[in-house]
C-alpha cells in the first residue's frame, strides 16, 4: 500500500502551507486518516486525525487553531491546512493510514504510512 504525501516546502514564519496525502480507497475509505512529524532528534509526534467519514477531528495541543485535516473521499485523498506557521512546525510530515474508523493519535493504531514531505519554517 502506497500513501503519497506532497506539498511540503521553505515558508516564513507566519505563512501557510496545505499538505496532501493520496491513499488507495480500499485502504483508506472505511479508517481513519493521520498525520505526523518529526523533527530533527526528536521522536515522531501527533498532529491531527480524522475519522473515517470526515466527521470527527482531532488536534494536538501544539496546532490546535492553526492547523485544518479535512479528507475527500471520491478523491482517495486527505489533507492538512498549516496557517501561522512556526520555526517549531518545522518537521518531515508524514500521513497515516488508520486501523479503524475512529480518529486517534496513538501511531500504534496506524499500520500504513506515507514516506514524508519535509516542512521548513524559518524564523
Known amino acids: 500500500v502506497q500513501l503519497q504525501a506532497s506539498g511540503g516546502g521553505w515558508v516564513q514564519a507566519g505563512g501557510s502551507l496545505r499538505l496532501s496525502c493520496t491513499c488507495p480507497?480500499?485502504?483508506?475509505?472505511?479508517?481513519?486518516m493521520g498525520w505526523f512529524r518529526q523533527a530533527p532528534g526528536k521522536e515522531r509526534e501527533f498532529v491531527a486525525a480524522v475519522s473515517w467519514n470526515g466527521g470527527s477531528t482531532l488536534y494536538s495541543d501544539s496546532v490546535k487553531g492553526r492547523f485544518a485535516i479535512s479528507r475527500d473521499n471520491a478523491k482517495n485523498t486527505l489533507s492538512l491546512q498549516m496557517e501561522t506557521l512556526k520555526p517549531e512546525d518545522t518537521a518531515v510530515y508524514y500521513c497515516?493510514?488508520?486501523?479503524?474508523?475512529?480518529?486517534?493519535?496513538?501511531?500504534?493504531?496506524?499500520?500504513?504510512w506515507g514516506q514524508g514531505t519535509q516542512v521548513t519554517v524559518s524564523s
Open positions: 497515516a493510514a488508520g486501523r479503524w474508523p475512529r480518529e486517534t493519535g496513538d501511531p500504534s493504531q496506524y499500520n500504513y
Open positions: 480507497r480500499r485502504t483508506c475509505s472505511n479508517n481513519s
